[in-house]
Structure formats: structure tokens, C-alpha cells
């Protein structure tokens, strides 16, 4: 198109993201984007415009995962790396003998190869009467309905990217490792599809607080909720799952069902629910029992636990059933099954191998919990985090443990009479941590996608220790195209604009070991 002005297309997205932040880059194409132009051709309809160098600068709050984690480009389709998940396994003395050779210390690690995904959303139509009607000026920058659309999608991006760095979605198949291992190395074992729930639950009678009859024979399924999965319908009516339209799924109930008799001495009884012990590759965020008065079922949706035990006063007679398909992950069609698969930080750290710390509290979370998961990640790993992450609701748990109002007794404040005294802010919340081991002091922060049940104690800088040459970062994203924006023209058959925004990559973590997760976390009596 002769004359057409290709940079002035993507100067109309930059200003319009003029509109949100105020320092923004001057707008340049770099050669591979005029490479891209040139052999699409502006008139074939598909226009493509690199805006990864816009994307880096912008940080919304809701991102803050992404906002940190830096991102490097690669060619091909996946990437091959080492994750270091030890440093020194054999934890040699360092005492020489003259004449001998030192003792040799032996670095634990894993050839990796992590599969590029594809991930992407497309933008609100803009139709041509909205293109005229909303052309203007607005202060410093040019008001463009296409443009606005572009940045609104890209901002949207930002939270579908950062549900995915969070908790993935998809099997086991986008990161891989040897299957035989290195000198000195080991096989990461990664989660996805749970299958059947893992054995050990057990179910066991009371005397005092429920209305089931006395020699009542109570039959019970459990499933496990799976923290990257496809969505469900799994009800939080007892426990809670803030992981709003995130990733939650069940897997099938565990294979062998429980049975109890409650007890034959009269009055009524209730039953208590043990969930098994479990420690991964899965992040399991919690369990869901049902119970039934036949062996046969059916079943019936009783209530959902952390990892602490769950009493049920009765036996439900309707409401959900358990599953009848494994819901906990959704296994691709494609090349290596990697349809729809996307590893997040909970999968790293869960997985067997990793070295991270995860803490089990199983019941209601004391100080001591959090204290001693971060002195296990410091003895065990050197690990030091930089910033812990919570739910909106274990914020609150938190809060109250440090205030020491967990109990309930007043909070005593002194205020000099006088203006102080309308200067008085209502309510707490704790916004950093001391490292009981390090004396570090770390942010704390509310994750919105975060399950209630999950702390993590995320390492964001490379150790201070840490002297490798090889590992850029703890945690990166790689890939081979980074927020590519597509515009489609408009067709007689659909007269309006719509534009995409694609990447190419995914999370890679160097040293996994560097990171903690304290989970079974009660949620609040309140909840």
C-alpha cells in the first residue's frame, strides 16, 4: 500500500496505553516484526506488530507474577536446560589432606526440556460506525476504538498469564527429563491427571454432637482437588476454594471405599474423615468425602478439607455426586499430548525432585508452621525467599496470629488526646515477615488466584551463594514469540475489526529447591 505508514498503526496502541501509565516507550518495530510484515504484506489482512517491548514496562497489580519473572526469547519449539536442585548432595566435610585430592562435593540437577505453548485471546470487535463514532482527542493522545481495544487486550492478557503462571493447566507431558539421569542428576516427576485419588483416608466414629442413629453403617469415596485442572463444579459450601473460574478439578474417588459402624451404646454419632498422606507430584489443594448409607451407593457430597480432619454430624441423602471421570487435568491431542498443557510455579514445586520445602499443617495454621517451614528451606536448601503469597483468606489467618487476636481478646491502642485521637485506622493486615532464620524482611502479599489452603514463599533473585553462570534467574519465561498482536481486517462477511494477541513459550524454573509451600491450611471459621 503505497504511503501507508506502518509505524503509525502501532503508535495509535501506544498511546492509547498513554491512557494508563505514564511513561511510555517510543514506539519502534524491530527487524523481525518488518521481516513478519513484509512477508504477510499489509494487504493480506493479518497484520502482526511485536509488543513485548510495551508489555515489559506495563505492570498492573493484578500480574504481580508475571511482573517479576523476566523473560527471554528462543528460537524452535522448546527449550533444554538444567534445574539445579542441589547444590552439594554429598554435604562433604571441605577438610584436605596434604597430597590428596579435597573432597569433591556433587551438584543434584536435571536435564529438563520444557515444550513452548500457545496461549492467546482475541479483542472485542470494533465495527466501523464505532471506529468513526469514537475518534477524537482526548488531553495529550488521540482516542482510536482499535487501539483501545488492542491495550484493553493486552491488560487481559496480563490475567490469563498470570492465572497459567500460577497453576498451569493440562497433564504431565509440556516439561520433560531424561529418563536416564546424569552423573549426579535426577528425573523431575511433574503432576497432572490425578486419576485416582491416592489411598490411606480413613473414617472413624464419634458419640456426642451428630443425629446419625447409633449401629449406623456409614459408607464413604474421597477425591482430590487438583490445583492445575480443568474447571468443575465442585462445591465450597464447607471449606473454601477462593480460585475464582481459575483451574479446580476432582479426580476420580479413591478406589477402595471406607466403611465404619458408628457406635451401638444409643444416642447419636458422627463420622471423622482422615485424608490420606500425600506429598505429590500433584498439588492436591484439598479433598472432598462423600458419604452414603449403602454400599452400593449413592454417594453424596458431605464436605471439603484442606488437610485436616473433617467431622460430618449426618449423612446426606441428596445433592452432588462424586465424579465419574478424573477432572484434575486435560490431556492433549496433539504432538506429545500438548494440547491445552501449561506447567505453573505450583507444579514446579510440587514436583518429586524439586527439593522445594512444602510444609503440611493439615489443621489450623500457628506461627510455628510458618516458622518452621522457612527454617526447613534455609537448613535443608540454603533457601531464602523473597516474598510470600496468600489467599485472600489465609491474609486474614495470618493477621490475627501476629496481631494476637486469633482468640478474640481486644487489641489495646493509646492515642495523645488531641488531633491523634481522628487519626485512629481501623483493622489490620500484615504486610511483611521476618525470616525467623535469616532476619530477612519479606513482603506479604494477596494472591487473588491463589486457593485458600496454599502460603508460597517464592525465591525472586538468584542466591547471594549461588556463583553458576549458567542460570540467568530462579524463575523465567521462554519462548519464541512474545505478545504478538494480529489485526484481522474486515471481510464482507463480518464487516469489523478484531485483534488477537498470541504467545509462544513457557514457565521455566532453574532452581526450584529455592522455594516453599505450606498447605492443609484450615480455612477461616468464618468461611
Known amino acids: 500500500m503505497p504511503g501507508y505508514n506502518i509505524a503509525a498503526d502501532i503508535r495509535e496502541v501506544v498511546s492509547a496505553l498513554q491512557g494508563f501509565f505514564a511513561s511510555p516507550q517510543q514506539a519502534t518495530l524491530d527487524k523481525d516484526v518488518m521481516a513478519d510484515l513484509a512477508k504477510f504484506g499489509i494487504s493480506s489482512g493479518m497484520q502482526p506488530y511485536d509488543l513485548a517491548e510495551y508489555a515489559v514496562f506495563l505492570q498492573p497489580t493484578f500480574s504481580p507474577l508475571r511482573n517479576m519473572i523476566p523473560r527471554i526469547r528462543r528460537r524452535g519449539r522448546n527449550f533444554e536446560a538444567k534445574s539445579v536442585t542441589n547444590v552439594d548432595v554429598n554435604n562433604v566435610s571441605g577438610i584436605a589432606t596434604e597430597g590428596q585430592l579435597a573432597p569433591a562435593i556433587a551438584t543434584q540437577f536435571a536435564d529438563v526440556t520444557t515444550y513452548f505453548m500457545s496461549y492467546g485471546i482475541s479483542s472485542d470487535p470494533v465495527t466501523m460506525e464505532q471506529l468513526f463514532a469514537g475518534e477524537g482527542n482526548n488531553g495529550d493522545f488521540s482516542i482510536d476504538s482499535r487501539a483501545v481495544a488492542v491495550a484493553n487486550l493486552l491488560k487481559g492478557l496480563f490475567i490469563k498469564e498470570e492465572r497459567l503462571f500460577l497453576g498451569g493447566v493440562g497433564s504431565t507431558q509440556q516439561v520433560f527429563t531424561v529418563n536416564n539421569g546424569p552423573v549426579n542428576g535426577i528425573n523431575l516427576t511433574f503432576g ?123 449423612v446426606p441423602t441428596n445433592g452432588l455426586q462424586a465424579p465419574t471421570i478424573d477432572q484434575t487435568a486435560s490431556v492433549g491431542s496433539g504432538p506429545n499430548g500438548l494440547n491445552g498443557s501449561f506447567n505453573g510455579i505450583l507444579s514446579w514445586i510440587f514436583a518429586q525432585g524439586s527439593n522445594a520445602t512444602i510444609q503440611a499443617v493439615n489443621g489450623t495454621l500457628t506461627l510455628d508452621d510458618v516458622n518452621t517451614a522457612f527454617s526447613n528451606a534455609f537448613t535443608n536448601q540454603f533457601a531464602n525467599p523473597d ?141
Open 192 to 314: 497432572g491427571a490425578m486419576g485416582n485419588a491416592p489411598a490411606g483416608g480413613t473414617l472413624t466414629t464419634g458419640t456426642t454432637g451428630g443425629t446419625i442413629p447409633a449401629s449406623t453403617t456409614v459408607y464413604a469415596l474421597y477425591t482430590a482437588v487438583s490445583a492445575f485442572a480443568i474447571p468443575t463444579g465442585m462445591p465450597t459450601n464447607q471449606g473454601a476454594i477462593a480460585y475464582s473460574k481459575t483451574t479446580a478439578g476432582q479426580s476420580l474417588p479413591q478406589t477402595a471405599q471406607l466403611s465404619v459402624e458408628t457406635g451401638s451404646g444409643g444416642g447419636t454419632n458422627t463420622v471423622v474423615f482422615t485424608p490420606p498422606a500425600y506429598t505429590g507430584p500433584v498439588p492436591v489443594i484439598g479433598w472432598v468425602l462423600y458419604l452414603g448409607a449403602s454400599a452400593n451407593g449413592p454417594f453424596y457430597f458431605a464436605g471439603f478439607t484442606t488437610g485436616a480432619p473433617l467431622t460430618v454430624t449426618s
Open 387 to 527: 516474598h510470600l503469597y496468600c489467599s485472600a483468606l489465609d491474609i486474614q489467618t495470618l493477621t490475627k496470629l501476629l496481631t494476637g487476636n486469633n482468640g478474640g481478646q481486644p487489641y489495646w491502642f493509646a492515642a495523645q488526646q488531641g488531633n491523634a485521637q481522628g487519626e485512629m485506622t481501623a483493622n489490620f493486615r500484615v504486610s511483611r515477615y521476618l525470616n525467623p532464620v535469616t532476619s530477612k524482611i519479606i513482603p506479604v502479599d494477596v494472591h487473588a488466584y491463589l486457593p485458600q489452603g496454599i502460603m508460597l514463599g517464592i525465591t525472586e533473585q538468584l542466591p547471594d551463594w549461588y556463583v553458576g553462570n549458567n542460570v540467568p534467574d530462579v524463575w523465567t519465561w521462554v519462548g519464541a514469540m512474545d505478545y504478538l498482536e494480529i489485526d484481522y481486517q474486515p471481510i464482507s462477511s463480518n464487516p469489523q475489526w478484531i485483534s488477537e494477541i498470541r504467545n509462544f513459550g513457557a514457565l521455566h524454573c532453574f532452581l526450584p529447591s529455592q522455594n516453599l509451600a505450606i498447605t492443609g491450611i484450615n480455612a477461616p471459621a468464618a468461611a
